[in-house]
C-alpha cells in the first residue's frame, strides 16, 4: 500500500493534479470569505481570528465582539465622524497564514487598526508584518508575557495579573503546600509554568512538593495523569493543581476528574484558560468549586456588565450567549482605540500609538483600566468557583487594579527589563545597564 | 416519705415542663438567628451559621444544610428570610418550616467556597451518622474518616455499638481509628490499634491520613506509623502495574473502536478515506441531537439516550457514507493519491458545514447515569463510562466479524474485494456491494462517534484527533485483517499507558510512533500480513 502511494506520487498524471486541486478547492471554499468593499467614507478595521479549523472554537466569538462593538459605535455616530467597517478575514487557525492575512489587510484593505489571534504563536507570525508596515494590533488574550512591542497593545492578562495572583489565593485562603503544574505542552504554560516555578520556590515551596506536567495538544486520555495527581495529593499536604491546559484537552480532563471522583474540596483545580465558553460544553454538577483565575467574569454584577450582556445577548439573537475575558479584554481595547483615535483626530497608526498609553477605558467590572507606557493595562484579577449552572461565583478579588508586567520580575533573564514607549521608546529596557536592548525569550 | 417523694417528682417534672416551655421559644429565637445569617452573603457568618444550625438538634438542620450544599438555599438580604427550595420545587421558610409561595423577587442562593464545602460535609457527616439508609451511613462514616473531627466521636462510638450492616460497621471502625489517631490524649495502646486498622485499609486515603498525621506522635505509634506507610506504599506499587494496564486496555478500546471503521474501508477496500474522522464526528452530533430532543420532550428517557443515538448514528453515517462513495470514491478508485486529497477536501468541507449549523463552540453531551462515576476493585479505580466503551467496542467487533462471515453481504464484500472480476462474472453487483462497504465503515465510525461523545469534547475537530491514531492502528495492525486491527489498537494503548508513566505524555506519543515507523520498516504489511492472491490485487 506504502509502496503503490509512493510510486503514485512519482507518476503522477496531470490529470490527478486536476482532482487533487478539485479536492483542495472544495476543502477551501467552505471557509467563509468576505470580500471588502472599498469606501472612502469608513474607517477600515481589521479582525483577524481563525473561523475554521482548532481555534475556531474560541476565535469565532470575538470576531462576533468586534462586529458588535463596530455596530455599538456606529450607532453612536461612528469615529470622527465616519462610520467604522469592519474587515474580517479567516486565517483558518493556521500560523503563517495569519501573517499573510495581516499583510493583506494592511495592504490591500488598508485598515487603521486590527483585532486579532489568540495563540501566542499566531501573535508571534504577525508580529514582523505590523512591524514592517507600521499598523496596530490589539492583542485580547491572557499569555505569558516576556514580551513588549511598539505595534502591539496588550488588553489580555500577563502573569502577574492572573497566575501569581491565582497561587496567592491558593496558599493563602486554602492553604495549599503541594502543588500540580499541568498544561499544554507549548510556550504558554511553559513560560507560565517557569515563573509559577520560581515564585514557589521563593516562597519556600520544595522542589519534592511541585509536579509538573505536560500533555500534547488535543489529549484525550487523561486517566493516567488524574490517577497521578490523586497519588501527589495523598502525601497529607494540602494539594492542588494550577492548569494551563489549553483548549479542547480541557472537557476530557474535567470529565475524568469528575468521574474518578476528585473533588474541589479535597484537590481544587484553578485554571488559566477555562471561561464560560468552555464550560458550556460540560455537565459542571461533578466540578463544582474548581477554580479559575481570570480579569471578568459574566456573573459580576455591574450595571455595565448587565448592559454588555443584554446588548450582545440581543446583537446576536441568542439569549443563552456567554461572555468571557477575552470578549471584555477587545471592549477595554476598542474603546481605549476610539479614544486615542478622537484625541489625535487621526487614525494615523503613529499618531494612535503614541497616544495610546495614559487613555483610560472603563472596564466591565466597574472599574477604570489605563493603557500603561508598556503597551499593557491595569486590570482587576478575581478568583472564581465553579457553579452547577456553569457559570463562576466570585470568591476572592484583587483590591484595587494590577498593573500588567510586560516582563516577568520572577525569572533571572527579565526582571531587569522593563518596557517603556513613552520616555525610553524602548521594548525592553534593562534597569540594570541603562540600555536599551535586554535578552529576554 | 413516699408521698414526699412524690411531691418532689411532681415539682421535678413541672419545672422541666415550666422550662422546656420557655426555653422552647428562646431556642427558637437562636435558631432564627443561626439562619439568618445565610442572608448576610459573608463567608465567614456563613461558616457560623452551618455550624450552629448543625449543632442546633432542630429537624430543619438536615435538610437547611443539604440545600446549601445542592444550591437550592436561597436568602432575601434585606428581609434576612431564608428559604429552602425541596427537590419537588415547593419551597419552605428555613427558619420556620412554613410553606411559602414563591421566592422574593431579590433572592439569590447563598454562595459558598471550597472552605466552606468541606464545613457542610463534615457537618452532614455527623447529621447523617445515625440515617436510616446503611449507604449515606457508609457516606457520613467516609467523611467523618477524612475530617477526623474529635466531636464526632461519641456519635461514631453510639452508632459502631448498634450498628448491623457490614460495609457500615467497616466504615465507623476506620471513621473511629482516624478519630483516635488524631486525638491527643488518647493512649499509645488506642492509638497503635488505630494504626493497624487503617493500614488494613490500605488506600490512598489511608495513607494521606497517615502521613499526615505522622509528626508529634510518642515515639511508639510513630514507628508503627512508618511501618504501616511503607507496606501500604508498596502494596500501592503493585497495584499500580494492574492500573496501568487497565488503563491501556481502555485507551486500547477507544483507539479500535476509532479504527474499526477504517479497517473497513481502508483495510478491506484500500480507499485512503480521510474523511473517516468526520463520520465519527456525525456519529458524536447525532448523540447530540437525540439528547437536545429527549431533554425538551421526554426527560424520562435520558438514560435510554444512547441506546436510541447507536442505531440513528449508524444510519446517518451510513447514510452519508454510501452517498460519498456513489458521488465521489467509484470514480477514483486504484488511484489512491486522488482519493486521499480528494476525501480530506471532503473533510474540510464536513467540518465547517457541522460548524456552521451547529456552531463552533463544543456542544454538551451528558452522561447517563450509568457511565458516570466509578466504583473500586482492590486499590485501582474503575470508572463506568471506560468500562462500558470497552464492553460495546467489543460487541461491535464481534457483530462485525460475525457479520463478514456469516451474511450473504458478507460473504460478497469479501469476494469482491478478494477478486473483483471473478465475482462480478459469478453474478454480483460489485458497484452495489462497494457502495454497502462504504456505508458499512462509516456507518460503525458513527457509531464510535456515540461512544466518544462520552469521554471526549462534541466539536466540529473530534475527527481530526482520531484519524492518525486509526491509521496508525490499521497500518500496524496490517492492513485487510480485523483480527490485527483489534491487536494492534490494545497493543497499542498498553503500551502506550506503561510508557507514559516513565516518559510523560508527550515523549510517550512520540515513542510510540518511532517504535511503529521501525516495526514497519521491518514488517511493512504489519502484525496480521494477508497471504495468499488476495495481496496481489
Request: charged fraction near 20%; hydrophobic fraction near 45%; include cysteine.
Amino acid at each position: 500500500m506504502l509502496a503503490q502511494l509512493t510510486h503514485d506520487i512519482a507518476t503522477l498524471s496531470r490529470r490527478g493534479w486536476l482532482a487533487a486541486a478539485a479536492g483542495l478547492v472544495l476543502g477551501l471554499a467552505s471557509s467563509p470569505f468576505s470580500p471588502a468593499k472599498a469606501a472612502d467614507d469608513t474607517i477600515k478595521v481589521g479582525v483577524l481570528h481563525s473561523l475554521s479549523g482548532t481555534m475556531a472554537i474560541s476565535e469565532t466569538t470575538l470576531k462576533d465582539t468586534i462586529l458588535f462593538l463596530i455596530d455599538e459605535q456606529n450607532k453612536k455616530g461612528g469615529v470622527l465622524g465616519k462610520k467604522l467597517e469592519a474587515v474580517v478575514v479567516d486565517p483558518a487557525s493556521n500560523w503563517p497564514l495569519f501573517a499573510e492575512k495581516a499583510r493583506e489587510l494592511i495592504t490591500k484593505d488598508k485598515v487603521a487598526v486590527v483585532f486579532g489571534c489568540w495563540t501566542s504563536v499566531s501573535r508571534k507570525s504577525v508580529l514582523p508584518v505590523f512591524k514592517e508596515l507600521n499598523n496596530i494590533l490589539f492583542y485580547p488574550v491572557q499569555y505569558e508575557g516576556e514580551e513588549s512591542e511598539r505595534n502591539v497593545f496588550y488588553t489580555g492578562a500577563a502573569p502577574n495579573q492572573q497566575a501569581i495572583p491565582a497561587v496567592d489565593y491558593l496558599m493563602k485562603d486554602e492553604k495549599v503546600k503541594r502543588w500540580v503544574l499541568a498544561g499544554t505542552d507549548y510556550v504558554y504554560p511553559r513560560t507560565t509554568n517557569k515563573i509559577l516555578e520560581a515564585y514557589l520556590k521563593s516562597k519556600g515551596v520544595k522542589q519534592e512538593d511541585i509536579m509538573i506536567n505536560y500533555t500534547p495538544f488535543g489529549h484525550s486520555d487523561w486517566q493516567t495523569i488524574v490517577a497521578d495527581i490523586k497519588k501527589f495529593g495523598s502525601a497529607g499536604k494540602k494539594t492542588a493543581v494550577v492548569s494551563t491546559i489549553n483548549g479542547d484537552a480541557n472537557v476530557p480532563f474535567y470529565k475524568e476528574l469528575g468521574n474518578q471522583g476528585i473533588k474541589a474540596t479535597d484537590i481544587p483545580v484553578v485554571a488559566f484558560s477555562v471561561g464560560e465558553e468552555e464550560l458550556a460544553g460540560i455537565d459542571t454538577k461533578p466540578l463544582v468549586g474548581h477554580l479559575a483565575a481570570w480579569n471578568y467574569f459574566e456573573s459580576i454584577k455591574t450595571p455595565a456588565n448587565e448592559k454588555f450582556i443584554k446588548e450582545w445577548q440581543a446583537y446576536t439573537k441568542n439569549p443563552k450567549r456567554v461572555t468571557n475575558d477575552p470578549m471584555e479584554a477587545h471592549y477595554i481595547g476598542f474603546n481605549m482605540w476610539v479614544k486615542a483615535v478622537e484625541k489625535v483626530k487621526s487614525t494615523d497608526p503613529d499618531k494612535v500609538i503614541d497616544a495610546l498609553p495614559g487613555i483610560e477605558a472603563p472596564n466591565l467590572t466597574g472599574g477604570v483600566s489605563k493603557m500603561l507606557p508598556n503597551h499593557h493595562i491595569t486590570k482587576p484579577v478575581f478568583i472564581g468557583e465553579i457553579k452547577g449552572n456553569g457559570q463562576f461565583d466570585v470568591v476572592w478579588k484583587t483590591p484595587g487594579l494590577v498593573a500588567g508586567d510586560a516582563w516577568s520580575k520572577e525569572l533571572d533573564g527579565s526582571k531587569d527589563l522593563i518596557g517603556d514607549w513613552v520616555g525610553k521608546k524602548c521594548g525592553n529596557w534593562n534597569t540594570k545597564t541603562n540600555k536599551c536592548g535586554g535578552q529576554g525569550s | 416519705m413516699f408521698g414526699h417523694f412524690l411531691d418532689r417528682f411532681r415539682a421535678i417534672v413541672l419545672s422541666v415542663l415550666l422550662i422546656s416551655c420557655f426555653a422552647l421559644p428562646a431556642f427558637a429565637g437562636t435558631f432564627e438567628d443561626a439562619v439568618g445569617k445565610f442572608a448576610n452573603d459573608e463567608f465567614s457568618d456563613t461558616e457560623e451559621a452551618i455550624e450552629a444550625v448543625a449543632s442546633s438538634g432542630n429537624p430543619l438542620a438536615f435538610p437547611i444544610i443539604s440545600a446549601l450544599q445542592e444550591e437550592r438555599l436561597s436568602a432575601d438580604p434585606e428581609s434576612k428570610k431564608v428559604f429552602i427550595t425541596q427537590a419537588d420545587g415547593k419551597i419552605i421558610d428555613a427558619a420556620t418550616g412554613a410553606a411559602v409561595d414563591k421566592l422574593p423577587d431579590n433572592a439569590a442562593s447563598v454562595r459558598l467556597n471550597n472552605r466552606l464545602r468541606r464545613t457542610v460535609e463534615a457537618a452532614l457527616g455527623s447529621l447523617t451518622l445515625l440515617s436510616p439508609d446503611p449507604a449515606k451511613r457508609v457516606a457520613a462514616a467516609q467523611s467523618v474518616f477524612k475530617s477526623h473531627d474529635e466531636n464526632a466521636l461519641p456519635v461514631v462510638e453510639g452508632a459502631l455499638a448498634k450498628e448491623t450492616d457490614k460495609a457500615a460497621k467497616e466504615a465507623f471502625t476506620e471513621a473511629r481509628a482516624a478519630i483516635i489517631l488524631f486525638k491527643s490524649d488518647a493512649s499509645d495502646n488506642d492509638k497503635l490499634e488505630a494504626v493497624s486498622v487503617i493500614k488494613s485499609r490500605g488506600d490512598q486515603e489511608a495513607l494521606a491520613l497517615l502521613t499526615s498525621a505522622g509528626p508529634d506522635q510518642p515515639p511508639l505509634v510513630a514507628q508503627a506509623i512508618t511501618g504501616a506507610i511503607a507496606s501500604i506504599q508498596s502494596n500501592l506499587a503493585m497495584w499500580s502495574a494492574v492500573q496501568n494496564a487497565w488503563y491501556g486496555l481502555s485507551l486500547g478500546s477507544v483507539l479500535l473502536l476509532a479504527a474499526i471503521g477504517l479497517a473497513i474501508t481502508f483495510g478491506v477496500m484500500g480507499v485512503i478515506n480521510m474523511a473517516h474522522g468526520e463520520m465519527v464526528m456525525l456519529g458524536a452530533y447525532t448523540t447530540f441531537v437525540v439528547q437536545e430532543v429527549i431533554r425538551t420532550r421526554y426527560p424520562g428517557l435520558f438514560d435510554y439516550s444512547l441506546l436510541i443515538a447507536v442505531p440513528l448514528a449508524f444510519l446517518v453515517a451510513g447514510g452519508i457514507g454510501v452517498l460519498i462513495e456513489r458521488s465521489i470514491i467509484r470514480f477514483l478508485y486504484g488511484r489512491p493519491l486522488e482519493t486521499l486529497l480528494a476525501t480530506w477536501g471532503l473533510s474540510l468541507v464536513l467540518q465547517q458545514a457541522v460548524r456552521t449549523v451547529f456552531g463552533p463552540t463544543n456542544r454538551e453531551v451528558g452522561n447517563p447515569s450509568w457511565m458516570s462515576g466509578a466504583f473500586e476493585l482492590g486499590q485501582i479505580t474503575i470508572t463506568y463510562n471506560r468500562l462500558w466503551i470497552l464492553c460495546f467496542t467489543l460487541a461491535v467487533f464481534v457483530i462485525l466479524l460475525a457479520m463478514l462471515r456469516f451474511t450473504t453481504l458478507g460473504l460478497e464484500m469479501r469476494a469482491v474485494t478478494q477478486n473483483r472480476r471473478m465475482a462480478a462474472s459469478m453474478g454480483i453487483a460489485t458497484s452495489r456491494v462497494d457502495a454497502l462497504t462504504f456505508g458499512l465503515g462509516s456507518g460503525i465510525a458513527g457509531i464510535a462517534g456515540v461512544a466518544l461523545s462520552q469521554i471526549d469534547n462534541v466539536s466540529p475537530n473530534l475527527g481530526q484527533s482520531y484519524i492518525i491514531d486509526s491509521f496508525m492502528v490499521v497500518v500496524f495492525g496490517g492492513v485487510g485483517n480485523l483480527w490485527g486491527t483489534l491487536v494492534g489498537a490494545f497493543t497499542l494503548g498498553i503500551a502506550n499507558k506503561f510508557l507514559e508513566p516513565v516518559a510523560g505524555a508527550v515523549l510517550g506519543k512520540i515513542a510510540i510512533l518511532v517504535l511503529i515507523i521501525l516495526f514497519i520498516q521491518k514488517r511493512p504489511r504489519g502484525l496480521f500480513a494477508l497471504k495468499g492472491r488476495a495481496v496481489e490485487a
